[in-house]
């Protein structure tokens, strides 16, 4: 049974409202462009301070445990709270019920997988290697243990799944790491919410509620101060590539510099083969057109570029997609920045020689004027934050030549190119790094694209190939990441088993006794864990 | 049969001699200081060019395997060549031809288990997650894929197993990542001797030359350029936090930021309790002096900063480690810079109040004068690079206060520091990070300092109990790093298995056909290698 959960405005620190801050802001219902909700305060600097110290206490007192039972209470109390907090995080992001109650899944089911992996600890990477009296070697094991407080930069566009509950939170905690939320500033009564339950669910499970903060806030100094701060031990970022690269410049100028990882902007382009397009073209444009319009675009893997093969095949299936896109009603950004920023690119490339508008877009009068590419807008101004759909086509010469359009439109546009399919590995090798790559071919031409998919694995973090990269499945196999600038750590995933990672660090152990060593070296194998011992890997049962 | 093998002040590029160069130098006798060997060039712009497209090209070819049986072959042509490279790195490091020949041993064994790791692809962390229908779910595999060219820098204090062959070099080959090492210009004749052999051993193996290239070079701009060259993937560098930080900042600075896995200074403290000093002071002060001297204190883990429990055998300990120190031989180190860095890193602490001089050192006329504190002594001005080894006393507080105390004194010195054990905690406290950290204490009282070692764990990347830092052991439990300043990446290691991780970056495959899969990731496990499915581990006999 959900006790009754209300946003009141406040920041969370060590389980407790703290009073005040600076800088009073409300969220926008982006609807109506309108204000919603109590008024909320940045955090200053004192309430990260007191966090920082609640954080570093909860973490010493741990001794490298991870509060496994709070992510298993605050996934059922999630669930338990979703129809409220559904409510509210479709008023502050205009995102729909249907997308929201699917994120709330997502997040308890991210949860519960990280506290079962850490259960298991199956990132641990947990190594013995035992002495070698003969070659004079003392005994070594060696195991990740986390880090220390951890600083969590929510996103805009997922309010539940990618913030103050995410995946970086779940992971974070799920390596033992306490973590300081700074909440994104367009959906702070969600995030109080969920905040909220975290710190029920860590004085119901007993634990020190030093392990979690949430900070409210819209400014910059609040997300240099986090940066900065010399108990941070590393940054989680999901946003621009603006945001990602500022908090990894100043982590970087630090005297101790702290890795960020960020995941930020990102082409994911789509390639269709002719066969794919003459077997499937009509299946293929209706699966791009959802994947491009949903949630209004607003998705870090997103398509942003589609390179069909010309001819008749290809031509038809753009006709499709364009016509999928004009059919699509017009839809609320999350918020006026991105409204604009959607407005601004998507304005600049088809400004460009041999850019040419393919859908005009239904207007909120119904209307079939290309909001999007209409400077004086009526929703631009101080009305609602709601955008039509655009689908731009372009030469291949123009998307070669301009970075523009290459580019991230973050919201319901994308750009289509076609070209010869000899070229598509020209437009390859011009890509930035990307979270994903696509391309859509046929069974029996697939090793003649061998070359084609090598070359988008070097630049991707994830390839598909016949699917669409919008869906990002919470499974160990998950890679949600990449080259820069899909991230600053390409290494890294922020969604997955290997999240978990990042808040991991190795010490190795040398002739240490067995009293002294972390649970997951002991002799005994108390934690009933796979190991690696002298080379080979022992299962949960097995002692050394 | 070892072929013949003679140095002739070469850069190695595409497996050819690269003629000329920028900026001519030579190598230094460290016993005489005077030059000796052919006269080498740094490399220009246009060799890092050409060794950039050979890479690349070489790169592109593998398709993501590597050159394995090339780690092999140099790992045999090192052995079969082991006397000449000896007496070459004897000559320009002035190192004992003992240590020396270990180091051979310990390079060839080194790239024998990378590429044993390699084979068995232990490193790649390759996951199944087979499709859901139910779920919705693709199939989802993921793997770790080599980053594509690697620059290495090689290291002056190891001038075969941190440097051409070192360990750098093979855990990026291993990964399937070409090289370009930086030699280190004070060994540039055993650099191009190692160098040679990794040219045959490409040829022998019937590898593309692209893999490997070696640049001589003493110039800033040299390093600067390949961090910054756009297709250079990663840095390794074994040296001085300066000349680390410098490569950090540079790498970082990038438009595209890369990781620069920089391994640095070191204080590497070592703590002795009352129990321990009482029941084998005797034993422990001489193993610390022959750590503390040993490669005339060259050794990233050579401890800096002895800390002892205060009382009668603390007293008696220090005394015999002091005696110890003033019957040391005096010893050369390695080139000018590190004299000189000694000399005066050795002289700021000792004028510092609180701090007083334990022993008085062996000069090179067979005098008693301390050279390390001696400012005008004859080995610096001009003569050979000779040094005496320096034991400094400090107070806790003098400790406290003044981090030149706390610092890596990179030479034979170190401070010593006797307080109260209730105060160990303070000092462990006010230490930064460290790539080890030891304890000595007897096996009755273990459980009483939990909390030390729990400390010491989070400021180090190895905890020692009754050891000795120096002796870094290629094996799969080895971390070889720790939190900043002792590396740029506290999460990585620079010996052992996990080394390869940094040159690896995982991609995810979704929906992507069996043929155009890497083959660590096919149905049929045709690697033959342990993979995990569907959450469990599975292994190198198993199919999916």
Not at 40 to 64: C, E, L, P
Not at 278 to 290: F, H, S, T
Not at 321 to 332: E, I, N, R, S
Not at 470 to 490: E, K, L, N
């Amino acid at each position: 049974m959900a006790n009754a959960l209300a946003a009141s405005g406040v920041t969370l620190v060590g389980g407790k409202e703290w009073p005040g801050g600076d800088d009073g802001f409300r969220a926008h219902d982006p609807r109506s462009g309108e204000e919603t909700g109590p008024v909320f305060y940045t955090a200053d600097a004192r309430a990260v301070s007191a966090a920082i110290s609640h954080a570093q206490a909860a973490f010493a007192r741990a001794g490298g445990s991870a509060p496994i039972d709070a992510l298993l209470a605050v996934a059922d109390l999630l669930d338990d709270h979703a129809t409220q907090i559904v409510a509210q995080s479709a008023v502050e992001t205009g995102l729909t019920r249907e997308r929201l109650a699917g994120e709330v899944a997502r997040t308890s089911g991210q949860l519960r997988f990280m506290a079962e992996l850490a259960r298991r600890g199956e990132r641990l990477d947990a190594t013995i290697d035992r002495a070698d009296a003969a070659a004079g070697r003392p005994e070594l094991r060696r195991v990740g243990m986390p880090i220390g407080p951890v600083a969590v930069f929510g996103s805009s566009n997922f309010p539940i799944a990618f913030s103050v509950l995410g995946g970086d939170t779940a992971s974070a905690l799920a390596a033992g790491c306490p973590v300081l939320v700074k909440a994104h500033e367009s959906h702070p009564a969600t995030s109080e919410l969920c905040g909220r339950l975290m710190v029920r669910a860590l004085e119901d499970c007993g634990y020190d509620q030093g392990w979690f903060a949430l900070l409210q806030g819209r400014s910059r100094a609040l997300g240099q101060g986090l940066a900065g701060a010399p108990q941070i031990r590393a940054v989680a970022f999901t946003g621009s590539l603006q945001g990602g690269r500022a908090l990894f410049d100043a982590a970087n100028r630090r005297p101790d510099p702290i890795p960020v990882y960020a995941e930020m902007g990102s082409s994911n382009p789509v390639f269709v083969t002719a066969a794919a397009a003459k077997r499937r073209g009509g299946r293929i444009a209706d699966a791009l057109a959802a994947s491009l319009t949903g949630s209004a675009g607003q998705l870090c893997t997103k398509p942003n570029l589609i390179v069909l093969a010309d001819g008749p095949d290809g031509e038809e299936l753009e006709r499709v997609l364009a016509a999928a896109f004009a059919a699509q009603p017009v839809q609320p950004l999350l918020n006026r920045q991105v409204r604009d920023g959607f407005l601004a690119s998507m304005r600049a490339a088809s400004a460009l020689e041999d850019v040419v508008a393919l859908s005009a877009q239904a207007g909120e009068a119904g209307g079939t004027r290309n909001l999007a590419l209409t400077s004086s807008s009526t929703s631009e101004a101080e009305g609602s934050f709601v955008v039509g759909g655009t689908l731009l086509g372009a030469s291949l010469e123009a998307l070669l030549f301009h970075e523009t359009l290459r580019a991230e439109h973050f919201g319901p546009g994308g750009v289509v190119v076609r070209c010869r399919e000899e070229d598509f590995t020209k437009v390859a090798e011009r890509l930035e790094g990307s979270l994903t790559a696509t391309i859509h071919l046929e069974t029996e031409e697939a090793l003649t694209w061998s070359a084609l998919v090598a070359l988008l694995a070097s630049k991707a973090g994830r390839v598909i190939v016949n699917g669409v990269p919008t869906g990002v499945a919470v499974v160990r196999a998950m890679h949600h990441g990449g080259p820069y600038p899909a991230t600053t750590s390409a290494r890294d995933t922020s969604v997955g088993a290997a999240a978990i990672d990042r808040f991991l660090r190795p010490v190795c152990f040398q002739d240490v006794p067995d009293a002294l060593l972390p649970p997951a070296l002991r002799d005994g194998n108390p934690l009933g864990i796979w190991r690696r011992v002298d080379g080979e890997l022992t299962g949960p049962a097995s002692a050394v």
